[in-house]
Structure formats: C-alpha cells, structure tokens
T-cell receptor, first 116, second 111 residues
C-alpha cells in the first residue's frame, strides 16, 4: 500500500528543544516536500526535495532544516523550536522529478506540533 | 498561502443529497488535484484531472474541468455522513515546485 508515514503524530515540546519530525515513503518517489497548515493561512510549503541530496526552500523555511540522504526519508528538523512553529505539519511525495506532469501527490497523516 | 478560490466556503446538506463544490484558479495548469481532509487529519487524494480532460469519475465523485473558465467542480453524489470533511483543489506551481491550494469548502452532511 502506498504510504507516506510521519512521526510523531502528536508532540508537545518546549521552546528551544531540538526536535525532528520524520517522513518516510514506500513508493520510491523522487519528489518530497514539507508543508505546514495554519488557520487562516492555509497550507504553506516549508522545503522540498527533487531527489537525494537535492533540497530547496519553500515559502516559509525560516527555523527549519531538512536533509535527503536517502530517497525514502525526508526529515524535518527544528533546531530551536519557538511557539510560532506550533502547527500541523504535512509531508508529501510524488513520483518523477516533475510532479506537474500529472502525478498524484500523496500526503502523510500529519504531525501536530505544539511548542510551549 | 492560498491562491485559489473555492466556493462555497461552507456547505451543509442532508444525507443522500448531492454536494457540489467549485474551484477557480488564476494561471494555466497541467492538472488539478482534489483532496479531502477530515478535521485535523491528513490530506487524502481524491482525483487528479489533467488539462486535456473535461470530466473524471471515481465512485460517487465526479470532477469536471473547464480550462477556458479556469474552473473545476467536484460533485459528490448520494452523500453520506462520512463525507463530512473539508475539500480542497490544488494546482502544481512548477516554478515554485509546490502545490497551491484553494481555500477549501467545509462540507457537513446532516443525518
């Protein structure tokens, strides 16, 4: 079954304590991406990756890091989380390097992150 | 940031009725994708319709696309309580390599 798996699904953490949200896909997809969803602001892209070792900033990359050492994994790292990073986070993936050609973009179940 | 328009923003109907949601976009597209999101949950992919397609079906779902009007619609027939969710259309911005979502329609099916 095609899956994008995120962990943790729910996390409450304190300001400044580094955390990593993992994302793994089992579809051998080249393209992966992270979004955050906030009320009134909708979904905004944080970072994306076109393939292994290729990452690029999205609309709201400040305060986040990513890495793409393997094709299946695309972790999102918050080095020093702050309360304004409290949000619902989604990882997404798609086959081919150019999803605009008509490939389904799959999303994970989401990770609720609260920074206090 | 949302760059599409969906209407209505909220729709409440009785179980068994049909629900129609509309989506408009501003730029040319290669395809449009529709997603469902249950409250606070993940985005579930429903249908992808390509720019050379006018209509697509999947079970009780029917999506139409009118590229001349830059609009699409999602029809859910014989609605069920389990269809209660938010529905989003999204186009892929090739330059930014990201999905651009509409504001979404919050659909409530009353038993």
């Amino acid at each position: 079954e095609a899956q994008v798996t995120q962990n943790p699904r729910y996390l409450i953490t304190v300001t400044g304590k580094k955390l990593t949200v993992t994302c793994s896909q089992n579809m051998n997809h080249e393209y992966m991406s992270w979004y955050r969803q906030d009320p009134g602001l909708g979904l905004r892209q944080i970072y994306y990756s076109m393939n292994v070792e290729v990452t690029d900033k999205g609309d709201v990359p400040e305060g986040y890091k990513v890495s793409r050492k393997e094709k299946r994994n695309f972790p999102l790292i918050l080095e020093s989380p702050s309360p304004n990073q409290t949000s619902l986070y989604f990882c997404a993936s798609s086959t081919q390097q150019d999803p605009s050609s008509g490939n389904t973009i799959y999303f994970g179940e989401g990770s609720w992150l609260t920074v206090v | 940031s949302q760059q599409g328009e969906e209407d209505p923003q909220a729709l409440s109907i009785q179980e068994g009725e049909n629900a129609t949601m509309n989506c408009s976009y501003k730029t040319s597209i290669n395809n449009l994708q529709w997603y469902r999101q249950n409250s606070g949950r993940g985005l579930v992919h429903l249908i992808l319709i390509r720019s050379n397609e006018r209509e697509k079906h999947s079970g009780r779902l029917r999506v139409t696309l009118d590229t001349s009007k830059k609009s699409s619609s999602l029809l859910i027939t014989a609605s069920r309580a389990a269809d209660t969710a938010s529905y989003f259309c999204a186009r892929f911005d090739v330059g930014a390599q990201k999905l651009v979502f509409g504001q979404g329609t919050r659909l409530t099916i009353n038993p």
